[in-house]
Structures are given as C-alpha cells and as structure tokens.
C-alpha cells in the first residue's frame, strides 16, 4: 500500500537553497511513499525565492506557491499550508534545509503502523567543526540526537497525521506543540533517525545564542500555556546525556596519550633494531590475534561508521 503525503515548505528569502531543495525533493527515491504536492509557503520574501519556486512549478504540477505579502511568522505560513494540503499525512520541513534523496521515504514510512502520529528526521549539521561555533552547533545536535534515541524531541522536518486543522498564532515552536496535539490524540511519536536533514548551524556566537535563546523562551511559553514540557527541558535526562558524552571525551583524550606513549616506545623499538641491530624485519614476527576477522565485529564496526554520517 502506497503512503501518500503533502509537502510543506515554509520560506523567508530562501533564494540561496530553495532550488536546490526543491530539486532534491523532487529526485526522492520512494517506494512505499508518494509525494503528491509540494505546498511552498513563500512569506514576504524580496529576494529571488518566489521567481525560483515559479520555475520548478513550471516543470512540475504537484509544486503550488502559496506567496504572503508580508512575513507573518512561520506558525501562519503552516496554517496556510494546513488548509491547502490534501492529504492525510503531511510534510513540514523549513526552506532553508535539504533532505537525502532516501530522507522522505525513511520519513513517513513509519505511518503504515496506524498508531503512528507524528516522526521526525535526524539534523545533521554542515558547519565547519574546526570553527568553535560550528562545533558548537555539531556538539548539540549530537547531545540532542542521543536524547532522541530515547525521548523524540523533533524539528526541522517533520511528517504528521492532520489530526487538526491549525495552530495557534501565538505558538513559537511548531513542531513541538504539533508533537503535544499528536500526543494528547493518542498517537505515537517517532523519531526517524535514518531519515536525514541537513541544514546550516549559526556561524557566530551572537547569533548562536540568539536562537537558543528564542527557543527556550518558547518552549517555556509551551509548558506554562498549554502544559506540554519538551524533552530538551528534562535537566536530568540532559546531564546525564551530557556525562555520557563528555565520558566518552575524556576515555578519547586518555586513549590518545595512551596511543602516543605506545607509538614513540614502539618507534625506540625499531630504531634499537635497525641501527644498533641490524635486524630490518623483511620476515616478520607474527602477530597471532590479528589473524581472525569476525564479521559480527565488522558489521558493528560499519554500523557505528553509518550512525555518524
């Protein structure tokens, strides 16, 4: 059974990435899901955007420009959506994201389970790690990846069952109270961890701050107003993360010191033997525990490889 779903996308002056995801979303590699309209949402944009978006729409149907004169917040642009999609199960991502071509299908396969409401996609960052903001941003998404292994906590793009018609206006944080209304409907929230968005963290400290500062405030206003507490404001659950990533700092930092001492003692070694004995090792000593390659360990191996990229 084919899954069929509405796209949404919101946007403010996306000239520099709209193409681009509109290109990926219409190259999605789909098997049991069908996209069948892209609902752009173009809120008061004096760029580019809307003249890019009108010329997918030219080569595609099932792309349709909802344009806002003025920007009115993204809460008001997913109404317009809301009320435009067809579909049961829609699409929510932000303009300024790109998904995998695999991302969609990875996304809202889960909805064949009927007790499904509401999945989310992993955020991978693209910021340079070397940059401290941009390690900063690698930092949290990964602490945050961890907290939705065990408490989804979703964003960015999502994909829901239109279990209502709209969102309050004066809601900041979108996804999360669509994770509340999901939730009190009695569905399932599911995070969808190989389903993959990309998008850009802040490159500079002000403005690191400035979006972690908007969103607690609007996960507070969440909790107070409507009673629904995130898992990102668990403290506990958090610092217990949080000690389980620095833990795993230190063992590295320890290895490392570790694998250096080896290193130059090994070098001492084989110094010893070339200048002071000659010996050039053209027939080796063997290395005994080397020779037994267990495939459960390399699958392991691959597995963690694949879980980070």
């Not at 173009?42 to 997918?56: F, K, Q, V």
């Not at 030219?58 to 317009?80: F, H, M, P, V, Y």
């Not at 795993?248 to 290193?263: D, N, S």
Request: hydrophobic residues 40%.
């Amino acid at each position: 059974m084919t899954i069929r779903c509405s796209v949404g996308i919101t946007a403010h002056n996306e000239e520099a990435n709209i193409g681009k995801l509109l290109a990926v979303m219409l190259a999605q590699k789909l098997e049991t899901v069908a996209i069948t309209e892209i609902i752009v949402v173009a809120s008061g944009c004096t760029d580019r955007t809307i003249e890019i978006i009108n010329d997918y729409a030219a080569q595609d149907a099932r792309i349709k420009l909802i344009a806002q004169e003025n920007r009115e917040g993204k809460t008001s642009a997913i109404n317009q959506f809301l009320q435009t999609a067809r579909e049961d199960i829609c699409v929510l991502e932000s303009g300024d994201t790109l998904p995998r071509v695999d991302t969609i299908e990875n996304l809202v396969k889960p909805f064949a389970n009927p007790q499904v409401g509401m999945t989310g996609a992993q955020k991978v960052p693209v910021n340079v790690e070397e940059h401290i903001v941009g390690y900063m941003s690698h930092l949290r998404l990964q602490l945050e990846h961890q907290l939705c292994l065990e408490i989804p906590r979703l964003g960015e793009l999502i994909a829901f069952r239109k279990v209502f018609t709209h969102l309050p206006p004066d809601v900041a944080m979108d996804e999360a109270f669509v994770e509340a209304l999901v939730i009190r409907r009695g569905l399932d929230v599911r995070y969808a961890p190989d389903a993959v968005v990309y998008n850009m963290g802040p490159e500079t400290l002000g403005e690191f701050i400035m979006q972690r500062r908007r969103n607690y405030a609007g996960h507070l206003h969440l909790r107070r107003k409507y009673g629904y507490r995130v898992s990102s404001l668990d403290s506990v659950r958090v610092g217990r993360i949080a000690i389980e990533e620095i833990t795993k700092a230190l063992r590295l930092i320890f290895t490392l010191v570790w694998l250096g001492i080896v290193e130059l003692f090994a070098r001492g070694l084989g110094a010893y033997d070339y200048f002071l004995k000659g010996r050039k090792h053209e027939v080796w000593d063997m290395a005994w525990t080397t020779k037994k390659v267990e495939q459960r360990t390399a699958d392991s191996q691959q597995s963690t490889v694949d879980s980070k990229l």
